[in-house]
């Protein structure tokens, strides 16, 4: 009995696999990948310019200056630096696409017009003029490898057009090369007779100059969505495709089988380009109008970073020497990361450097000493200085229509809310209500007291910025709806009618007065872009 009373019945200590790690001395860890990335720094590029970043595009010969497509002109920046030099392509109306020639010799752009212009980018001087485009010529490239004298074109009138740029004369043309806009295209990295475009009618077509005379296309992939841009990958057997919220990688030696889907934005992938990388690996980079652009590593098929900007993103474009990345945004901030030394970005002691910011990692809590008194204290004590004070969370006060809403009582939720006469709240009943399909029925088992409380706010918020559309919409379908009440509800409902009915001819006629001055002042703004 003894021996039974004297067992230890727990160990001693511990078992080590139950503690909880220890945070004493912990770093925070990183990937290769994003530490490769943290070593750009970011900055925003002093450019002036106000309208959306169309298009960005490096020069493959150096010093490799960067053209910047927004407004009508293109901006040539020899300098990336704080004060950045840079002169100015002149075009007749809104610039698309500027692309270098292999050697950086020479650069061509399209315009809002169909006009495809080629210019010297040592003096800015304009040496060819190409027009054959009936509408915008929104994609215009030089070929990768040897023909200097070779460029194609394609546009919103469906039209590709393969140049030679000395006679100013097609060498291949192909008429409804596609059955929508054509806003997206590359050159192949192997063959300067090999051509993509992208489309809005969903299609990817390959073109072989020497196949047909160029009139047919080799390859025809369907992507699923509007394609907004399209990239040879470096061996020239990939193709990417961008459209919707969804980047493909496909085979185009094996006929176009799709080989991997990239679905991570969240909007519209505006722009794709590759990226050299350490030890000489490629990415291929993304970046949409949800703010975010992705890098992907398409030899693992596995997204490997991701930075995040305060912007919708446009364009984007890498240095061929791989130590500056350009994203442009749609209003007209062009964002730099220059590579840097490592030891240039680590900042003070305790502070680390994101791709946007920097942030102080916060020192290690003091341990507290639990003795008596600490255990003692009442309520009413007061914290002393270090103490670390918890306030408790405040109860949120919920307004009458929210209580109704959980309740799921939504025609009392709607009538409470119009009671109150805020047009923010009873906009947010409304979707709420729109959310849970149950607006309608809410409409129809209104009585008469109750609509005219409802047209009463209808009539004086249906022109109200930003809900515009889904007041006016709605406003039309309780007319439809409750045509029969409202005829018999007596004057208080016909008043409300006639009040909707003023303010939408008011709006009209401000809308048509807008038009007539925007078309005043269009014409000013293309002088002064020019």
Same mark, same amino acid.
Request: charged share 25%; net charge positive; aromatic share 6%.
């Given at each position: 009995?003894?021996?039974?009373?004297?067992?230890?019945?727990?160990?001693?200590?511990?078992?080590?696999?139950?503690?909880?790690?220890?945070?004493?001395?912990?770093?925070?860890?990183?990937?290769?990948?994003?530490?490769?990335?943290?070593?750009?720094?970011?900055?925003?590029?002093?450019?002036?310019?106000?309208?959306?970043?169309?298009?960005?595009?490096?020069?493959?010969?150096?010093?490799?200056?960067?053209?910047?497509?927004?407004?009508?002109?293109?901006?040539?920046?020899?300098?990336?630096?704080?004060?950045? %030099?840079?002169?100015?392509?002149?075009?007749?109306?809104?610039?698309? $696409?500027?692309? !270098?020639?292999?050697? /950086? &010799? +020479?650069? *061509?752009?399209?315009?809002?017009?169909?006009?495809?212009?080629?210019?010297?980018?040592?003096?800015?001087?304009?040496?060819?003029?190409?027009?054959?485009?009936?509408?915008?010529?929104?994609?215009?490239?030089?070929?990768?490898?040897?023909?200097?004298?070779?460029?194609?074109?394609?546009?919103?009138?469906?039209?590709?057009?393969?140049?030679?740029?000395?006679?100013?004369?097609?060498?291949?043309?192909?008429?409804?090369?596609?059955?929508?806009?054509?806003?997206?295209?590359?050159?192949?990295?192997?063959?300067?007779?090999?051509?993509?475009?992208?489309?809005?009618?969903?299609?990817?077509?390959?073109?072989?100059?020497?196949?047909?005379?160029?009139?047919? %296309?080799?390859?025809?992939?369907?992507?699923?969505?509007?394609?907004? $841009?399209?990239? !040879?990958?470096?061996? /020239? &057997? +990939?193709? *990417?495709?961008?459209?919707?919220?969804?980047?493909?990688?496909?085979?185009?030696?094996?006929?176009?089988?799709?080989?991997?889907?990239?679905?991570?934005?969240?909007?519209?992938v505006t722009g794709l380009t590759l990226a050299k990388v350490r030890d000489g690996e490629t990415r291929l980079l993304s970046v949409s109008i949800d703010g975010y652009l992705k890098s992907f590593d398409f030899s693992r098929l596995k997204i490997t970073h991701s930075m995040r900007y305060p912007?919708?993103?446009?364009?984007?474009?890498?240095?061929?020497?791989?130590?500056?990345?350009?994203?442009?945004?749609?209003?007209?901030?062009?964002?730099?990361?220059?590579?840097?030394?490592?030891?240039?970005?680590?900042?003070?002691?305790?502070?680390?450097?994101?791709?946007?910011?920097?942030?102080?990692?916060?020192?290690?809590?003091?341990?507290?000493?639990?003795?008596?008194?600490?255990?003692?204290?009442?309520?009413?004590?007061?914290?002393?200085?270090?103490?670390?004070?918890?306030?408790?969370?405040?109860?949120?006060?919920?307004?009458?229509?929210?209580?109704?809403?959980?309740?799921?009582m939504h025609k009392d939720a709607l009538v409470s809310v119009l009671k109150t006469k805020r047009s923010t709240s009873i906009i947010a009943v409304l979707e709420e209500l729109v959310a849970r399909k149950k607006l309608i029925k809410c409409i129809l088992n209104l009585d008469i007291d109750e609509?005219?409380?409802?047209?009463?706010?209808?009539?004086?918020?249906?022109?109200?910025?930003?809900?515009?559309?889904?007041?006016?919409?709605?406003?039309?379908?309780?007319?439809?709806?409750?045509?029969?009440?409202?005829?018999?509800?007596?004057?208080?409902?016909?008043?409300?009618?006639?009040?909707?009915?003023?303010?939408?001819?008011?709006?009209?006629?401000?809308?048509?007065?807008?038009?007539?001055?925007?078309?005043?002042?269009?014409?000013?703004?293309?002088?002064?872009?020019?």
């Amino acid at each position: 009995m003894a021996d039974e009373a004297n067992r230890q019945l727990f160990p001693t200590q511990p078992a080590s696999h139950l503690l909880p790690p220890s945070r004493t001395n912990k770093t925070l860890s990183t990937t290769p990948e994003s530490s490769y990335w943290r070593t750009f720094r970011s900055s925003i590029l002093p450019s002036n310019l106000h309208l959306p970043i169309t298009s960005l595009a490096f020069s493959p010969s150096s010093p490799f200056p960067l053209a910047v497509a927004s407004s009508t002109s293109i901006r040539l920046f020899s300098s990336l630096s704080t004060e950045p %030099s840079f002169s100015t392509l002149s075009l007749p109306d809104l610039a698309y $696409s500027p692309s !270098f020639r292999c050697d /950086g &010799g +020479l650069i *061509a752009a399209g315009c809002e017009t169909g006009l495809v212009r080629v210019f010297n980018p040592a003096n800015s001087t304009s040496l060819r003029s190409l027009k054959t485009h009936s509408r915008a010529s929104r994609v215009v490239k030089f070929p990768l490898l040897h023909h200097k004298l070779r460029l194609f074109s394609a546009g919103d009138d469906a039209q590709l057009i393969q140049w030679d740029v000395p006679s100013e004369t097609p060498l291949v043309t192909v008429p409804g090369a596609h059955r929508d806009y054509i806003r997206a295209g590359a050159p192949s990295p192997v063959s300067d007779d090999v051509f993509a475009t992208g489309s809005y009618d969903h299609t990817v077509k390959i073109w072989d100059a020497r196949v047909d005379s160029g009139a047919s %296309s080799v390859l025809s992939i369907n992507h699923g969505a509007p394609v907004e $841009s399209v990239l !040879f990958l470096p061996s /020239g &057997g +990939l193709l *990417a495709t961008a459209g919707g919220n969804t980047v493909k990688i496909w085979d185009v030696i094996a006929g176009g089988k799709a080989v991997h889907s990239v679905e991570t934005h969240n909007k519209t992938v505006t722009g794709l380009t590759l990226a050299k990388v350490r030890d000489g690996e490629t990415r291929l980079l993304s970046v949409s109008i949800d703010g975010y652009l992705k890098s992907f590593d398409f030899s693992r098929l596995k997204i490997t970073h991701s930075m995040r900007y305060p912007a919708q993103l446009l364009s984007v474009a890498f240095s061929p020497t791989g130590t500056i990345r350009v994203v442009g945004t749609n209003n007209g901030v062009i964002y730099t990361g220059i590579k840097t030394k490592k030891d240039e970005l680590e900042g003070e002691k305790g502070q680390v450097r994101s791709d946007e910011f920097v942030w102080s990692v916060p020192e290690p809590m003091p341990v507290l000493r639990k003795n008596k008194r600490y255990f003692s204290r009442g309520q009413s004590e007061k914290p002393s200085e270090g103490d670390f004070v918890i306030k408790r969370r405040e109860k949120v006060k919920l307004k009458e229509h929210d209580k109704l809403l959980r309740k799921f009582m939504h025609k009392d939720a709607l009538v409470s809310v119009l009671k109150t006469k805020r047009s923010t709240s009873i906009i947010a009943v409304l979707e709420e209500l729109v959310a849970r399909k149950k607006l309608i029925k809410c409409i129809l088992n209104l009585d008469i007291d109750e609509l005219g409380l409802f047209l009463s706010f209808i009539s004086k918020n249906a022109t109200l910025p930003g809900c515009a559309r889904f007041l006016m919409d709605l406003a039309k379908r309780v007319l439809e709806i409750r045509a029969e009440d409202i005829e018999s509800g007596g004057d208080e409902l016909a008043v409300h009618v006639r009040n909707l009915r003023r303010m939408v001819v008011q709006e009209i006629q401000i809308q048509r007065s807008l038009l007539e001055i925007q078309g005043m002042i269009s014409p000013l703004l293309a002088i002064a872009g020019k």
